[in-house]
C-alpha cells in the first residue's frame, strides 16, 4: 500500500509569483483535504477535494486554489503569494469525503514554502 | 467558535519519566471528535487517536494513555517511561461531526534526553 506523497519536498519562490503543490493519495483514498502549517503553529484547513469538486473550505483567500483528477490526486495552486505564505504545506488523503471525524486523514510529508 | 489550547509549549524530560500532555478544546457542538497527531522531524502527521463526544471512557495503548475529560473540556495526553524517540511536537486537534474542518492546538514539544 503506498503513502501519500508530495512534491517537491521543498520549494523558493519570491513574492507575487504563482506556485503549484502536488499530492498522489494513499490508495485507495477519494478524498484529499490541505493544510498550511506555519512555523511553530499547528495546521489550518485550506481546503477539502471529493471527486474532483471542493467539499469544504477553510477561512483562506481564492488566490488558494485546487484540482483533483480522476485519479483523486490534487494540486493546490497559490497565486499572487505573499510573505506570509511561507509554510509547511500538508495534504492529507481519506476513505471518503467529509470531516476527519468519521474519516481517518493520513497525511503526507509536506511542501516546505519559502516566499522571499 | 472552535478553539483548541495547548498551554504548554515546549516540555523536556529525561528518559523514563513520565509526561502529560495537556489540551483545552472550547466548543459549542455537541457532537465533535478529538485527535492527538504526532510530528515528527521529517514532518509528517502520525495519527495517535481519535475519541468523539459520546464517548469519555479513558484510552491506554502500550505507554500512551488519554484522559478525556467532558466536565473541564479537556483531552490529555500521557506518556508513560518516555523514550528518546517519543520526541516530536504532539499536536491535539478538534473537528465538529459535520464538517471538514479540523482545528488543531499550537503543538507540544516534547524533547526526551537521554
Known amino acids: 500500500e503506498t503513502g501519500v506523497t508530495q512534491s517537491p519536498t521543498h520549494l523558493i519562490k519570491t513574492r507575487g509569483q504563482q506556485v503549484t503543490l502536488r499530492c498522489s493519495s494513499q490508495s485507495g483514498h477519494n478524498t484529499v483535504s490541505w493544510y498550511q502549517q506555519a512555523l511553530g503553529q499547528g495546521p489550518q484547513f485550506i481546503f477539502q477535494y471529493y471527486r474532483e469538486e471542493e467539499n469544504g473550505r477553510g477561512n483562506f483567500p481564492p488566490r488558494f486554489s485546487g484540482l483533483q483528477f480522476p485519479n483523486y490526486s490534487s494540486e493546490l495552486n497559490v497565486n499572487a503569494l505573499e510573505l506570509d505564505d511561507s509554510a509547511l504545506y500538508l495534504c492529507?488523503?481519506?476513505?471518503?469525503?467529509?470531516?476527519?471525524?468519521?474519516?481517518?486523514?493520513?497525511f503526507g510529508p509536506g511542501t516546505r514554502l519559502t516566499v522571499l | 467558535a472552535q478553539k483548541v489550547t495547548q498551554a504548554q509549549t515546549e516540555i523536556s524530560v529525561v528518559e523514563k519519566e513520565d509526561v502529560t500532555l495537556d489540551c483545552v478544546y472550547e466548543?459549542?457542538?455537541?457532537?465533535?471528535?478529538l485527535f492527538w497527531y504526532k510530528q515528527p522531524p521529517s514532518g509528517e502527521l502520525v495519527f495517535l487517536i481519535r475519541?468523539?463526544?459520546?464517548?469519555?471512557q479513558n484510552e491506554i495503548s502500550g505507554r500512551y494513555s488519554w484522559n478525556f475529560q467532558k466536565s473541564t473540556s479537556s483531552f490529555n495526553f500521557t506518556i508513560t517511561a518516555s523514550q528518546v524517540v517519543d520526541s516530536a511536537v504532539y499536536f491535539c486537534?478538534?473537528?465538529?461531526?459535520?464538517?471538514?474542518?479540523?482545528?488543531f492546538g499550537a503543538g507540544t514539544r516534547l524533547t526526551v534526553k537521554p
Open positions: 492529507a488523503s481519506s476513505l471518503r469525503a467529509g470531516g476527519p471525524g468519521r474519516n481517518e486523514q493520513f
Open positions: 475519541r468523539n463526544s459520546f464517548d469519555e
Open positions: 466548543t459549542r457542538d455537541t457532537t465533535y471528535y
Open positions: 486537534a478538534l473537528s465538529p461531526n459535520n464538517n471538514n474542518d479540523m482545528r
